[in-house]
């Protein structure tokens, strides 16, 4: 098993910055991948960014250049940088792990909580 927690996220205006965190905890030897999706209101939720075990990262076509994804491996977090700040990227911010149980040989997702970010316009 692993949890994830969030933090970070809040109201903000146009063309500013927040960092979101995720604290992962319980079996994080599991985890081949650590991501951010984000769901707006009345629509579905969608990838952000991923950044993998061995440091490689992906963004959705919208974030690349103002947000940035990594990790501290030491203390189970992931980060998520945002900047430049739109009214379209109100909604609920996600943490999601992609495990590997070895004990049990399967592959399961981990969800957080997720944490409400709001830009004004």
């Known amino acids: 098993q692993v949890q994830l927690v969030e933090s970070g996220g809040g109201l903000v205006q146009a063309g500013g910055s927040l960092r979101l965190s995720c604290v992962a905890s319980?079996?994080?030897?599991?985890?081949?991948?650590l991501g951010w999706y984000r769901q707006a209101p009345g629509k579905q939720r969608e990838l952000v960014a991923v950044?993998?075990?061995?440091?490689?990262?992906s963004f959705a076509p919208s974030m690349r250049g103002r947000f940035a994804i990594s990790e501290d491996t030491r203390k189970g977090t992931v980060y998520l940088q945002m900047n430049s700040l739109k009214p379209e990227d109100t909604g609920v911010y996600f943490c999601?792990?992609?495990?590997?149980?070895?004990?049990?040989?399967?592959?399961?997702?981990?969800w957080g909580q997720g944490t409400q970010v709001t830009v004004s316009s």
């Open positions: 999601n792990a992609d495990c590997y149980h070895v004990a049990t040989m399967k592959d399961v997702v981990y």
């Open positions: 319980g079996d994080i030897s599991s985890i081949n991948a």
């Open positions: 950044i993998s075990h061995d440091s490689k990262t």
